[in-house]
């Protein structure tokens, strides 16, 4: 089963529609669609926005649909000026940007007494991803690399500039990291999939309502493609 998560209802609504045989409960105040997508088992979940709603949303899945893999999917603001509004950026790990020990030695972004510092994405998921997206969004550029994720809109060209600098991140938003985290805790394989709709500069204010249903369909379009592959790769 996979599990699939978006913030917002936007980011998920489209991929509801999909479904079939659906079955909806609701825990945690959030509502579960389970069913299949383009064949593919799948529970899809709007988590509500923040780490800590993507935390709790990721520890239901595990405990309550024993999900094998975890796709985040959604909107994000670039840290790379190569990444324009519209691209994909697909995780190879994140990172919480706003967990700050330094003053007991250990690096930013580290949460202390944890080994690690940066939550790694599933190498097969992300191959997979790249493969599709490439299919099916060819006029769109796709990177890989870390997603950078904090309880805060990034709107700022000082915050940016600092967060580049810190974490060589390539796009900041508000839940991956939280889902990566969560999904470390339970041995449960990842991705972050998310498609920029704003600079996450002094500029996103303005770009993020323009291009956020652009960039969501982008990523819808993505994760429909998706569950089909991962469907046929079963069945081989
Ligand atoms: N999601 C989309 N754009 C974002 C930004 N600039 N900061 C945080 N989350 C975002």
């Not at 700050?100 to 690690?116: C, H, I, K, S, W």
């Not at 099916?136 to 700022?156: H, N």
């Not at 938003?173 to 500069?201: C, Q, W």
């Amino acid at each position: 089963m996979l599990g699939i998560i978006g913030a917002m209802d936007e980011e998920v609504a489209k991929l509801k529609e999909q479904m079939e045989d659906v079955q909806v409960e609701t825990r945690g105040a959030m509502d579960f669609y389970q069913g299949t997508m383009r064949g593919c088992p799948v529970v899809v979940v709007r988590s509500g926005i923040g780490k800590v709603n993507a935390a709790v949303c990721t520890q239901i899945l595990a405990d309550c649909y024993g999900v094998d893999r975890i796709i985040n999917t959604g909107i994000a603001g670039s840290l790379n000026a190569k990444i324009d509004i519209g691209d994909i950026v697909l995780s190879t790990d994140t990172l919480e940007h706003d967990m700050d020990a330094v003053t007991f030695g250990y690096p930013l972004g580290q949460v202390p007494r944890m080994e690690v510092l940066a939550f790694e994405a599933d190498e097969e998921l992300r191959v997979t991803a790249k493969k599709v997206c490439e299919r099916v969004l060819p006029e769109l550029k796709v990177f890989e690399g870390r997603v950078v994720s904090g309880d805060q809109f990034v709107s700022d060209q000082d915050k940016k500039n600092w967060l580049v600098e810190h974490f060589a991140g390539l796009c900041t938003e508000m839940e991956g990291a939280a889902i990566g985290h969560t999904a470390y805790l339970n041995g449960i394989p990842f991705l972050v999939i998310r498609a920029i709709s704003d600079k996450a500069d002094d500029s996103a204010v303005m770009d993020y309502p323009a291009f956020e249903a652009k960039a969501i369909e982008h990523s819808v379009t993505l994760l429909l493609a998706l569950c089909e592959e991962l469907k046929e790769k079963e069945s081989r």
